[in-house]
């Protein structure tokens, strides 16, 4: 069993950045044998992937956030982290921190086994 809490999340203006947090509650399996995932979820929109990283830590990016956007974790703290900066308008989403029970990350939210209840990004232009 895994409990994801994301925090960090809030109204920023254009050009601005932010850093979200996920701090796991895990029971059993160790935090860095699993893959973490960050997805978001505007409204009217489907679930999209931004980013994952694997217990290796290797790392993936959506094509809309390349290059303004870092995924990393920290194993002895149970967290994983989402450096947002240059953020666009179109950012704005609910952002949502998923596991993975896998040392390999996947892009698709049917793969991910816990998910956080998120939290709100805003991005004002």
């Known amino acids: 069993q895994v409990q994801l809490v994301e925090s960090g999340g809030g109204l920023v203006q254009a050009g601005g950045s932010l850093r979200l947090s996920c701090a796991a509650s895990?029971?059993?399996?160790?935090?860095?044998?699993?893959?973490m995932g960050w997805f978001r979820q505007a409204p009217g929109k489907e679930r999209e992937f931004v980013a994952a990283?694997?217990?290796?830590?290797?790392?993936i990016y959506g094509d809309s956030v390349k290059g303004r956007l870092t995924i990393s974790r920290d194993n002895a703290k149970n967290t994983v982290y989402l450096q947002m900066n240059s953020l666009k308008p179109e950012d704005t989403a609910v952002y949502y921190c998923?596991?993975?029970?896998?040392?390999?990350?996947?892009?698709?939210?049917?793969?991910?086994?816990?998910w956080g209840r998120g939290t709100q990004v805003t991005v004002s232009s």
């Open positions: 998923a596991a993975r029970q896998s040392d390999y990350y996947s892009v698709l939210p049917k793969e991910y086994n816990y």
């Open positions: 895990t029971s059993g399996r160790t935090f860095s044998t699993y893959s």
């Open positions: 990283i694997s217990a290796f830590r290797w790392n």
